[in-house]
T-cell receptor, first 112, second 109 residues
Framework: EAEVAQSPRYKITEKSQAVAFWCDPI?????LYWYRQILGQGPELLVQ????????DSQLPKDRFSAERLKGVDSTLKIQPAELGDSAMYLC??????????FGPGTRLTVL | AQRVTQPEKLLSVFKGAPVELKCNYS??????LFWYVQYSRQRLQLLLR??SRESIKGFTADLNKGETSFHLKKPFAQEEDSAMYYC???????????FGEGTQLTVNP
């Protein structure tokens, strides 16, 4: 059964360093989402792609976060520089257009 | 603005007892409501959505527009129902999902 893949699963970095996360969605899924989940809270959407285009990045802190999906398949989320408050689980999800979202296992980021 | 509130962070019941996980929402329009579940060491996954009106694993949820609620219910809880449950709302088709903070359900033997 096809699943969303994410790497790395865990990342520890120091503040002010750059960090990047990768997501490979389920093949054929046009929509890709990046969420941030702070401990004790629900996931919060950071950015949504439709194919290679960003359709919603209203909650993305654009001064330090960037996301791309150059060929409309896999995607990278980058943080530069990382801050202590960025410690969280970063979830990727994909869906056929406007349909059920399938989530990856997440990347747990710890910023020291 | 859209908002989802799950008033209980923790809920504990005994096996065989009824369970209700509360979800209230705020949205000025016709929302789509969902329940997602995350079992221990597994991925977040869709449990049910109000438009399908299905019963999944014995769970049901009815959208009450008057009370702006979408409570999740099961008449007889099982130990394998122990998990984190998230209520989520989508405003217009294709727009963002807004999640509640989640309720950790524990079903005791």
């Amino acid at each position: 059964e096809a699943e969303v893949a994410q790497s790395p699963r865990y990342k520890i970095t120091e503040k002010s360093q750059a960090v990047a996360f990768w997501c490979d969605p389920i093949s054929g899924h046009a929509t890709l989402y990046w969420y941030r989940q702070i401990l004790g809270q629900g996931p919060e959407l950071l950015v949504q792609f439709q194919d290679e285009s960003v359709v919603d990045d209203s909650q993305l802190p654009k001064d330090r976060f960037s996301a791309e999906r150059l060929k409309g398949v896999d995607s990278t989320l980058k943080i530069q520089p990382a801050e202590l408050g960025d410690s969280a689980m970063y979830l990727c999800a994909s869906s056929p257009k406007n349909n059920e979202q399938f989530f990856g296992p997440g990347t747990r980021l710890t910023v020291l | 603005a859209q908002r989802v509130t799950q008033p209980e962070k923790l809920l504990s019941v005994f096996k065989g007892a009824p369970v209700e996980l509360k979800c209230n929402y705020s949205y000025s329009g016709s929302p789509e409501l969902f329940w997602y579940v995350q079992y221990s060491r597994q991925r977040l996954q869709l449990l049910l959505r109000h438009i399908s009106r299905e019963s999944i694993k014995g769970f049901t949820a009815d959208l009450n527009k008057g009370e702006t609620s979408f409570h999740l219910k099961k008449p007889f809880a099982q130990e394998e129902d122990s998990a984190m449950y998230y209520c989520a709302l989508r405003g217009t088709s294709g727009s963002r999902l807004t999640f509640g903070e989640g309720t950790q359900l524990t079903v005791n033997p």
